[in-house]
């Protein structure tokens, strides 16, 4: 799929149809690390920024935000957000030998879950490169564990109401439509899009790869109803999640 026409189509409806962390976050987890990181002097890079729903918390606390994105619908809305100290360019975080400024801190929220692997190694080394020595990344990325924990639980209620596994309808698991190599190299389809998921294990082989020392591996958790359609009250933690990594860059 192209990228750049995917989430030009997608543009104009996005926030009906693009999960949005920052509501379904259940602890505030991403507010509270970007926080954590934010410092007044310093520049941060929004790598995929999207319709720049992160700017009200990277603005006030950054003193440059530079939000890239492949889509020029998405960036327009971005702009359309008028933050002073937000500036904005079109580009491909895939690309070989992107050139991006040099930043102190790199936030990338739900981007680099390319179904082509390739490109999520392209994009982890670009977000590398852009950051100065010592310079923080913060990565969102799905969870391989999370959305396998989730069927798992999909089958356990099943199984509370009689149903055995082999009897629960297919379309329950359609999210696993691909091959068997696609499962293990965390090909999950979310709205019918094939979308790399990552374990946590994975993570902690493939970042240092790309130039990063692991500094935080943790998780923002969400409800069971953004998972499960009809989730009962008592279901609750382990609850879904997204990974959220904090890196330095070595
Ligand atoms: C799921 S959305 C997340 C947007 C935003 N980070 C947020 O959390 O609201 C994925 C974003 O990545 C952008 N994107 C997809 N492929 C890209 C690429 N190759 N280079 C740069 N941005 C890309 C899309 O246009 C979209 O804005």
Redesign the pocket.
Known sequence: MN?KSH?NKIAPTYNDE?FD?YANDRNKRLPYYIKKYSDQTKTVL??????G??FQHLAPQFRQVIG????QG?LSQARARGFSNVTLKQ????RKQLRLPTVDVAFC???IMFADLRKNHQSFQNVNRALKKGGTALFVLPSLDSALFSSWRLIELYRREGVRPAEIPAHEFHYFKGTKRDLIQGIVYIDGVPTKHYSGSELRVILPEAGFTITTLTRIEYEWDTELASAPGWLKAPYPWDWLVVCTKN
């Open positions: 990228d989430w693009i962390v929004d790598v995929g920024c999207g319709n729903k992160s890239i994105d492949i889509s998405l580009a491909d975080v895939t929220c739900n981007v």
